[in-house]
């Protein structure tokens, strides 16, 4: 059985230093599952000490391709907290983050609670609002390499997220065209159709793998969908946009 403690405080320190570390998996075998969600826990309730509230849920490996890439037949998850919301517009810090990578995705607002196993309609009774929204995932890991408990226990790899505009849970979000650009430089086009099929499709996979672990998503949080193309790297650049078409623009400056 693994360290939870040691291994949730040396994800927190690296994320907290922005400093890369060694992967789990390499160093100390196998992590199974249940005990990578459990580090992601106690490393996401050091941060809730700190003050930070949970705000949320991300969703990762959400596309077909990726989940063929890991060898997985299911999505993992992510706890999102309230010092990871960026304003959309405003400017991050690149100091703040190690090999950052952003990615175009869809996120929904709820206004109930919403856990287990739920149709599509229960789903969609929940939501309060939908947005186009960018994730900034930025791997604890030297290199950006992991194995699946590795990032598991890395929450992800999530590290920041920006929404666009809230709109009415009836807007489609079923198949949006995205464009994104990285200093100005077209680097991603796609489709939300490659969240699952359709983005509300892993609205339902959150409340049934995060209510697997006791977490009732909350009226007022913010979920995650999913990319809708693979992340680029930040390197240095200064701006990210994307345009969602009718769900809006979204995006942020660096410094
Ligand atoms: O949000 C995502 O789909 C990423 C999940 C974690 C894996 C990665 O860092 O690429
Ligand atoms: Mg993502």
Redesign the pocket.
């Known amino acids: 059985m693994a360290d939870i403690a040691a291994i949730a405080a040396r994800l927190d320190e690296a994320a907290l230093g922005a400093r890369a570390i060694a992967q789990i998996t390499g160093q100390e075998g196998e992590l199974p599952l249940a005990e990578a969600y459990e580090i992601q826990r106690a490393a996401i309730d050091r941060r809730l000490a700190r003050g930070a509230t949970l705000v949320g849920v991300?969703?990762?490996?959400?596309?077909e391709a990726?989940m063929i890439q890991?060898g997985l037949k299911d999505?993992?998850w992510?706890r999102l907290t309230s010092d990871m919301v960026v304003v959309n517009g405003a400017a991050i810090e690149r100091a703040r983050f190690i090999h950052p990578?952003v990615?175009p995705?869809v996120a929904v607002r709820l206004k109930a609670p919403l856990a287990g196993e739920v149709t599509r309609a229960e789903a969609l009774a929940a939501v309060d609002a939908v947005a186009a929204a960018l994730?900034i995932?930025?791997?604890r890991y030297e290199n950006?390499r992991?194995a699946l408990g590795d990032?598991v226990a890395?929450n992800?790899?999530?590290s920041a997220f920006v929404t666009g505009p809230w709109l009415a849970p009836d807007t489609d979000v079923s198949d949006v065209a995205m464009t994104m650009r990285v200093d100005g430089e077209l680097v991603e086009t796609g489709t939300s159709a490659a969240i699952l099929g359709d983005p509300i499709r892993s609205l339902i996979a959150a409340a049934r793998l995060a209510g697997a672990a006791g977490l009732v998503l909350q009226p007022g949080w913010t979920i995650?969908l999913?990319?809708a193309t693979a992340?680029a790297a930040i390197g240095d650049a200064r701006s990210v946009s994307l345009d969602a078409g009718h769900l809006g623009r979204v995006g942020f400056t660096i410094e």
């Open positions: 991300k969703m990762g490996f959400t596309s990726k890991m999505q993992i992510g990578r990615e995705e994730e995932i930025d791997s950006f992991f990032v890395d992800a790899s999530s995650m999913g990319g992340a």
